[in-house]
């Protein structure tokens, strides 16, 4: 489900970044830790944008999409814009509702999913 949530992830502290303001969820430190530019960017707006509330990385997060922990070593860049762009089997598309910015961050964290 996707939220209203601001796109300023960039703007905002290091702390926030790997936090939601919105539910307080977070993606374990061990996930968030080493990333950096956009795919720190993307992993704050995976949380956000309410992406966590579905798909699992790293034991957390939902369990009604599949788990992405690995999801890089399964889909690459372009297929996993056209998934996240126009959904897939059980998920919606979110082209209209993400930027192409937003995308790519998303994208960028995915990447690091190995």
Same mark, same amino acid.
């Given at each position: 489900?996707? =939220?209203?949530?601001?796109?300023?992830?960039? +703007?905002?502290?290091?702390?926030?970044?790997?936090?939601?303001?919105?539910?307080?969820?977070?993606?374990?430190?061990?996930? *968030?830790?080493?990333?950096?530019?956009?795919?720190?960017?993307?992993?704050?707006?995976?949380?956000? +944008?309410? &992406?966590?509330? &579905?798909?699992?990385?790293?034991?957390?997060?939902?369990?009604?999409?599949?788990?992405? =922990?690995?999801?890089?070593?399964?889909?690459?860049?372009?297929?996993?814009?056209?998934?996240?762009?126009?959904?897939?089997?059980?998920?919606?598309?979110?082209?209209?509702?993400?930027?192409?910015?937003?995308?790519?961050?998303?994208?960028?964290?995915?990447? *690091?999913?190995?």
């Amino acid at each position: 489900m996707w =939220t209203h949530a601001s796109s300023s992830a960039s +703007r905002r502290s290091s702390a926030a970044i790997i936090r939601s303001i919105w539910s307080g969820a977070a993606l374990p430190a061990a996930v *968030t830790a080493p990333l950096r530019d956009d795919a720190r960017a993307g992993a704050a707006l995976f949380v956000d +944008r309410s &992406c966590w509330s &579905c798909h699992v990385v790293e034991g957390s997060g939902g369990r009604r999409g599949p788990d992405l =922990t690995h999801v890089a070593a399964r889909l690459d860049h372009d297929a996993l814009v056209a998934r996240i762009a126009n959904g897939g089997p059980g998920m919606p598309g979110y082209a209209a509702a993400l930027g192409s910015d937003d995308l790519g961050k998303i994208v960028a964290f995915l990447l *690091t999913r190995r």
